[in-house]
């Protein structure tokens, strides 16, 4: 995790702060000489050599002597080890945090792995960000106005691409929209379409610049998946989302105009938006055309998604070929996902996999134990129906790991403890902080963030906001998101086709201790090398 100092807070002030800065990176490291996965082999793992060096190197930077560390062999005492790594190596050494760690990456050796899975959207298929943003934003404002009673006017609102960005988070009882850094603290806050300034924000959420609903999902993000935390606060995690926080921003700027909530009275407007976007990505409307998003979706896929690099089919192939058993697991419902996979991968894209798992209600999948349904791939649809065992070839909704886990571990003729999985996705939490974090296997995370720096990405706009800074950092500060990646995700790479260029038998070795691949973010790369008052 890249964890701040604890003067660094201040650091979103201005880019001409003089506050010291250092990265304290807290990811699951690797040696180059031996992979993560071998860390459950054995007693004294990599981690044990990294405290170890770091040890000797903290004892010969300062008189205070560092208290023995202990081995490592465990994923609990892992992060035991880190914390001791992060209290007392970086704290008491005169060598910063990235000094320390340059000598340390991560790395992926695919054929550590019995198991390969992938999320679909925004993973093995793409979507023009241009068209969708735009079409998701025009229905959710139609909404509002038809079914929510919002004035006309909303409908002629122009399309700010430069309000949107992934990763931010919706204060619905104050109509605000926060950007958090790597330790929950609000760097930037709009209330509506307006920004509001420092001294605004520590009016409303107190000098630290905290909430304690997203200081909640920092310390754990399914702590505040449903409940009353769903209700106040909605943390908008992949490109569907992104259109939400410009619609709801000025929506609360109409309510505002036409009668401001007056003190301890709060906005209803995060209730309605959540009830617009419910209504159109509702599985049941997918055929009725109560969703103009769908309908849009039915009416032109090729215009919303993009072609899938046949380069991506072929790993799959090689992939399948060198033994592993794969997946493909999605939250769309089947039939959206027949629509989508067949536009991006061909019509025959369940060929790629031994299962698909369609309907996964993501991060649940990971964590419960529904059922698996059948499905009709006929008429696509699921069937009321329980599979009392699943095949490999067929398509199932719901789910969960632990039966799927089991299912290909019994076609590797393993025991599911002894078939290691990797899963590729998007989604920060439901694709890599979940099955990491509670299911003990590794995650690559897809961020196509990491694109805008080539300069032939045609979605810039959509992605490269100037209002909210970089989605990996905001001038002084990592963000959350740039936090969990490096926390709990073996590499973060731009996309599926950047690991498909690479045979299964190649080792990837990520250029920096983060796991950003092929190269660290020039705002994190600036972080990582000098202070802000450099």
């Not at 001791?84 to 792995?113: C, P, Q, W």
């Not at 209803?268 to 998003?293: C, P, T």
């Not at 649940?364 to 329980?386: I, N, Y």
């Not at 959509?462 to 073996?490: N, R, V």
Request: glycine residues 4%; charged residues 25%; proline residues 4%.
């Amino acid at each position: 995790m890249l964890a701040l100092g604890k003067k660094a807070s201040v650091c979103h002030l201005g880019s001409s702060c003089s506050v010291p800065f250092k990265i304290v990176p807290l990811p699951r490291f690797t040696t180059s000489t031996q992979t993560k996965t071998n860390v459950h082999k054995q007693g004294r793992s990599d981690v044990w050599l990294l405290l170890r060096n770091v040890r000797k190197l903290a004892q010969n930077s300062t008189r205070w002597e560092l208290k023995s560390v202990p081995a490592v062999a465990s994923r609990a005492s892992f992060y035991e080890a880190r914390r001791y790594f992060h209290n007392s190596a970086v704290r008491n050494s005169r060598y910063s945090a990235s000094t320390i760690m340059t000598t340390y990456h991560k790395e992926l050796l695919l054929g550590d792995y019995d198991i390969v899975g992938f999320d679909l959207d925004g993973t093995l298929l793409r979507y023009n960000l241009r068209e969708m943003s735009a079409l998701i934003y025009d229905v959710l404002k139609q909404f509002l106005v038809e079914q929510r009673g919002y004035k006309v006017d909303l409908l002629a609102q122009p399309l700010n691409v430069d309000f949107l960005q992934k990763g931010l988070f919706l204060d619905g009882p104050r109509g605000n929209v926060l950007k958090l850094s790597s330790e929950a603290e609000i760097m930037r806050a709009t209330h509506g379409t307006r920004l509001l300034s420092d001294e605004e924000i520590e009016a409303i959420y107190g000098a630290e610049r905290k909430w304690d609903i997203t200081t909640a999902f920092y310390k754990d993000p399914l702590s505040t998946w449903n409940g009353a935390a769903s209700t106040q606060m909605r943390s908008l995690l992949d490109y569907f989302d992104m259109p939400s926080a410009l619609v709801f921003a000025q929506a609360v700027d109409q309510v505002d105009r036409e009668k401001k909530p007056s003190s301890g009275e709060e906005y209803q407007v995060w209730q309605d938006v959540q009830a617009g976007l419910m209504h159109i990505f509702s599985r049941e409307h997918f055929s009725n055309d109560k969703s103009l998003y769908f309908k849009s979706m039915r009416a032109e896929p090729q215009r919303f998604v993009l072609s899938t690099d046949t380069r991506v089919l072929q790993w799959l192939h090689e992939l399948r070929k060198s033994g592993k058993k794969l997946f493909l697991l999605t939250g769309s419902n089947v039939d959206f996902a027949n629509l989508t996979a067949t536009q991006a991968l061909g019509k025959d894209w369940r060929s790629h996999f031994d299962f698909v798992v369609t309907y996964a209600k993501k991060p649940g999948f990971f964590t419960s134990q529904r059922p698996f349904m059948k499905v009709d791939v006929e008429k696509l649809q699921e069937l009321p129906e329980e599979a009392e065992a699943i095949q490999p070839g067929e398509v199932y909704s719901q789910g969960n790991w632990h039966g799927l886990h089991a299912a290909m571990a019994t076609m590797l003729q393993k025991e599911p403890s002894k078939a290691k999985a990797l899963y590729f996705g998007d989604n920060i939490v439901q694709d890599v902080y979940t099955p990491v974090k509670h299911r003990d296997f590794d995650a690559v995370a897809i961020a196509e963030e990491l694109l805008l720096e080539d300069g032939k990405y045609p979605f810039t706009a959509e992605l490269d906001s100037q209002f909210w800074g970089s989605y990996f950092a905001l001038e002084c500060t990592p963000t959350l998101w740039s936090s969990f990646i490096s926390s709990y995700a073996q590499l973060c790479v731009p996309s599926v086709e950047q690991v498909a260029q690479t045979s299964p038998q190649k080792r990837i070795i990520c250029s920096n201790p983060y796991g950003f691949s092929p190269r660290l973010p020039k705002e994190l790369e600036t972080l990582h090398l000098k202070n802000c008052n450099e």
